[in-house]
């Protein structure tokens, strides 16, 4: 590629916009999904039902499982404000850090909803929306971590 075609390819544009809008979306819906979710479980007892000892819902599980999704849910949004300063500072390390979090929403999303199942073994393991959030990660994991990895684009790109 020549230099001419390399400063052509620089830059913000193309199907990085797209990368770009997910990156800027990705914790503000994190906040929307999970924020209305455990509002409600501490304010309207259920915390306290499932975390008790002695309660009639109360599993020694429930307290680590919604304690971890609390976290790495916190984490996830921090994780996405940090890949967006990578995205816009066009810094190298977004590359590795952007495929690192695709791949660990997957992993996560699976392991909670197996965790669930520890605590609520009726439940299905992957219950329509799981399912759906499931395959909509594995599909936006597969359209965009080749995309970062093949695309002149982004080598061109992010070279910070």
Do not use: C
């Amino acid at each position: 590629m020549t230099e001419e075609q390399e400063n052509e390819l620089k830059g913000l544009g193309g199907w990085l916009i797209l990368v770009g809008i997910g990156i800027v979306f990705s914790p503000v819906k994190i906040i929307i999904s999970v924020y209305p979710l455990y509002s409600s479980i501490f304010s309207d007892g259920t915390w306290e039902l499932l975390t008790t000892p002695g309660s009639e819902f109360y599993n020694a599980l429930w307290l680590p499982i919604l304690g971890a999704e609390i976290v790495l849910n916190a984490a996830f949004v921090l994780g996405w404000l940090g890949i967006a300063w990578l995205f816009f500072s066009k810094k190298q390390a977004f590359r590795a850090w952007y495929i690192g979090i695709l791949l660990f929403t997957i992993v996560f999303q699976f392991a909670d909803a197996f965790a669930i199942t520890a605590v609520m073994p009726d439940e299905e393991v992957f219950d329509p929306e799981t399912l759906k959030e499931i395959i909509r990660s594995l599909v936006h994991a597969a359209i965009w971590i080749p995309y970062v990895l093949i695309s002149e684009r982004v080598k061109a790109t992010f070279v910070n």
